[in-house]
C-alpha cells in the first residue's frame, strides 16, 4: 500500500511494538505529528518540557522496561537538546532510538533555518546514525535502527529524516522484527571450561557484577552462581539490582563510593569474576593497585572491553546470561576451601559497616532508610548526579533489576526527573521517588510541568543542602576548602515552585517528621516535591582520594 514517510515511520513503530514516544514538536516533524494524530489509540505520545527532557524519559523507560525507548524533535536546536539524553544513554549502554527532523534534502548544507548536522554532531554519541535520503529506504532503516539499539551491547541509535521524506509517498509492507543475536558462538566449552578450573582452584573468589547483568536478565542466574561457589558479590553502580541488596552474599558497591568489605575484597580476592562490567575509573581508581592477587576472569558481551582498562587472566566474550546459564551447569556446588575467605568477608562486614552521624540532625541516609522500609523495598529509584546519587545507592537496598535509574556513565546532572517519568510510565503499578540535590533538581526542574499533566504520582526528594554538594565536598577534603562556586544559597521556595506547577510540595527539616512526610507522599497519589533541608556540609563516605588505591578510603568517625 502507498502511504507517505510519516506514515511508514509510525508503521514501523508499531511493527517494533512501540507504543509510547516522548518527543518536542516543531517544524520539521510538523508531517509525522500530523500522522500521530491518527494513531490516537496505538501510539501514546508524550509532550515534555525540553527536548532533554524526552531523551531521558526514553532512557529511564527502556531501563525500566527493557525494551526500547522512543524520542523525537524537530531539526536544529530541537535535535541539539537531545544530544545529552544520547549521550547519557551511550554511556550506559540503553538502548533508545532518537528520531529528529530536518530540512528539506534541497535545503541541507545550505545554512538553512533550524539546520544542523545532527547525524555528524551525535557520531561520536550512538552505536549508529542514520540520514534518510530516499522514501525507498526509510522502512529499512527505521527497522536496523531498533535492531542495532538492541542487538549486543545495547545503545541508542538516532535517525535523521528531513522534511520532504515525511511528505513523499512509496510502497510499504509490513515485515517482522528482525530476530536479535543471542551472541553464543564465542562461548566454548574450552572457554568455560577454563574459567571452571580457574574458580575451582581460588579460595578466595569475589563476583563483580556490572549493568551488563541487569541489562541480559541474569539476575537468577548470578544468585544460582554465587551460592554454587560461595562467594562474595559486589556491584557496580549500573549493577545494582542486579544482585539481590539483601542477600547474604552480597557486599555493597565497589569503587570510589565502595564499602569497606567490597573494596577489601577486591584488593585481597585472588580471583576476580567481573560480569558485564567495564572496570571504570570510578570503580578501579589506581589500575596498578586494583585486585593485585588476582585472576581476572572477564565476561562480557562486548569484545572491545576485554583488556581495555585492565588486563584479563581470561575472558569469555558472549551474553552474560548464557555465560552463566553454562557455567552453572559446570560447576558443582562447592564450600569447602572458602571457608576462611567467608569468615573473613563477614568480619569485614561486622566490623566495617555503611554508618553516617545520628546526632538528632535530619540526614539523608536516614531518608533513604525510612523510603525502603515505607515502600517494603519494592520503589523503583531514580537519581540525579551527586552526593544524592551516592546516598540513594548506599541506602536503599535494591532486590530486584531495573529498580535503581541513574546516570552512571556521563553522571548526567537533570537526569533523574525526565527518567522518572519514563519510568512511571514504563512501570505503571510501581511507585517511582527521584532523589535529587537541589543544584541537579534546577536544571530540568521544568519537568514537574509533565508529571502533572499526566498525573504521574512521582514523589522528588529534594536532599536541599544550599549547595553543589559533590563538588563541594571535593573542595573541603582536596582544595582546602576552598569554596569556590559551589554555595548556591539562592532563594528558591521548593515547595512554591511545586504548587505553582500544580504539585504537592511538603516541606521537611525534622528527624521526627519522615515518616509522616513520606506517609504524605505515598498517599497522595500525585505529583510530589519534598523540599529535604540537610546540612551543608554532610558528605558521602566513603571515599576513595583520587589517584588512590581502593582499599584506601577516608571513613566518616561516627
Same mark, same amino acid.
Given at each position: 500500500m502507498q502511504l507517505t514517510g510519516a506514515e511508514i515511520l509510525l508503521e514501523c513503530l508499531k511493527e $517494533?511494538?512501540?507504543? #509510547?514516544?516522548?518527543?518536542?514538536p516543531g517544524g520539521a516533524v510538523l508531517n509525522i505529528y500530523d500522522a500521530l494524530a491518527r494513531y490516537p489509540n496505538n501510539i501514546r505520545h508524550y509532550l515534555t518540557s525540553h527536548e532533554q527532557g524526552a531523551a531521558h524519559a526514553a532512557d529511564?523507560?527502556?531501563?525500566? #522496561?527493557? %525494551?526500547v525507548g522512543v524520542c523525537m524533535a524537530t531539526s536544529g536546536p530541537g535535535a #541539539?537538546?537531545?544530544? +545529552?539524553?544520547?549521550? #547519557?544513554?551511550?554511556?550506559?549502554?540503553v538502548p533508545v532510538v532518537a528520531i529528529t527532523g530536518n530540512v528539506a534534502l534541497p535545503l541541507l548544507g545550505k545554512d538553512s533555518f533550524q539546520e544542523v548536522d545532527i547525524s555528524g554532531i551525535t557520531m561520536p554519541i550512538t552505536k549508529h546514525n542514520f540520514i534518510v535520503k530516499d522514501i525507498d529506504n526509510l522502512s529499512t532503516i527505521i527497522r536496523r535502527a531498533f535492531h542495532i539499539a538492541q542487538d549486543g551491547r545495547c545503545g541508542p541509535v538516532l535517525i535523521d529524516i528531513p522534511k520532504d521524506i515525511t511528505a513523499a509517498t512509496t510502497e510499504y509492507e509490513p515485515r517482522q522484527p528482525l530476530p536479535l543475536n543471542?551472541? +553464543?558462538?564465542?562461548?566454548t566449552d574450552e572457554a568455560i571450561d577454563k574459567a571452571v578450573q580457574i574458580i575451582k582452584s581460588s579460595k578466595r573468589p569475589l563476583i563483580y557484577a556490572g549493568g551488563g547483568v541487569v541489562q541480559s536478565n541474569a539476575a537468577s542466574e548470578l544468585i544460582e552462581f554465587a551460592e554454587k561457589i560461595n562467594a562474595p558479590v559486589t556491584t557496580s553502580l549500573?549493577?545494582?539490582?542486579?544482585?539481590s541488596g539483601t542477600h547474604k552474599l552480597f557486599c555493597g558497591l565497589v569503587g570510589m563510593h565502595g564499602t569497606k568489605t567490597s573494596n577489601l575484597a577486591a584488593t585481597k580476592c585472588d580471583v576476580l569474576i567481573a560480569l558485564g562490567a567495564r572496570f571504570s575509573d570510578r570503580v578501579v581508581s589506581n589500575v596498578e593497585k586494583f585486585a593485585p592477587k588476582a585472576k581476572i576472569i572477564h565476561i562480557d558481551i562486548d569484545p572491545a572491553e576485554i583488556n581495555k582498562n585492565v588486563d584479563t587472566y581470561h575472558h569469555i566474550i558472549g551474553d552474560v546470561k548464557a555465560v552463566l546459564q553454562k557455567l552453572n551447569g559446570f560447576i558443582e556446588k562447592r564450600i569447602n576451601n572458602t571457608e576462611e575467605w567467608t569468615e573473613q568477608i563477614n568480619h569485614w562486614k561486622a566490623a566495617y559497616p555503611l554508618n553516617y552521624k545520628n546526632d538528632g540532625k535530619l540526614r539523608p541516609q536516614y531518608i533513604m532508610e525510612r523510603i525502603y522500609a515505607l515502600t517494603d523495598g519494592e520503589a523503583i529509584i531514580s537519581t540525579e548526579v551527586g552526593q544524592n546519587q551516592i546516598w540513594a545507592a548506599q541506602f536503599y537496598r535494591y532486590t530486584q533489576p531495573r529498580s535503581f535509574i541513574s546516570s552512571g556513565g556521563l553522571g548526567t546532572m537533570g537526569y533523574g526527573?525526565?527518567?522518572?517519568?519514563?519510568? $512511571?510510565?514504563?512501570?505503571? $503499578? %510501581?511507585?517511582?521517588?527521584n532523589i535529587a540535590g537541589d543544584g541537579s533538581f534546577r536544571m530540568n526542574c521544568n519537568e514537574l510541568a509533565t508529571a502533572v499533566e499526566y498525573n504521574l504520582p512521582i514523589i522528588v526528594v529534594v536532599f536541599n543542602n544550599r549547595a553543589l554538594g559533590m563538588v563541594r565536598q571535593w573542595q573541603d577534603l582536596f582544595y582546602d576548602s576552598r569554596f569556590s562556586q559551589t554555595t548556591i544559597d539562592r532563594a528558591t521556595d521548593f515547595v512554591k515552585l511545586a504548587e505553582a506547577y500544580g504539585a504537592l510540595g511538603l516541606n521537611l527539616s525534622r528527624n521526627e517528621d519522615v515518616d509522616q512526610v513520606l506517609e504524605t507522599a505515598l498517599k497522595s497519589n500525585r505529583t510530589v516535591v519534598i523540599d529535604c533541608e540537610i546540612d551543608q556540609d554532610d558528605k558521602v563516605f566513603p571515599i576513595v582520594p583520587p589517584g588512590a588505591a581502593i582499599d584506601q578510603l577516608i571513613t566518616e568517625e561516627v
Open positions: $517494533q511494538d512501540v507504543d #509510547t514516544i516522548f518527543g518536542y529511564g523507560y527502556a531501563r525500566v #522496561t527493557g %525494551k #541539539t537538546n537531545l544530544v +545529552t539524553g544520547i549521550a #547519557t544513554a551511550y554511556m550506559d549502554s543471542c551472541h +553464543t558462538e564465542s562461548i549500573m549493577g545494582l539490582g542486579g544482585f526527573l525526565g527518567a522518572a517519568i519514563g519510568a $512511571q510510565i514504563g512501570q505503571p $503499578q %510501581k511507585r517511582v521517588f
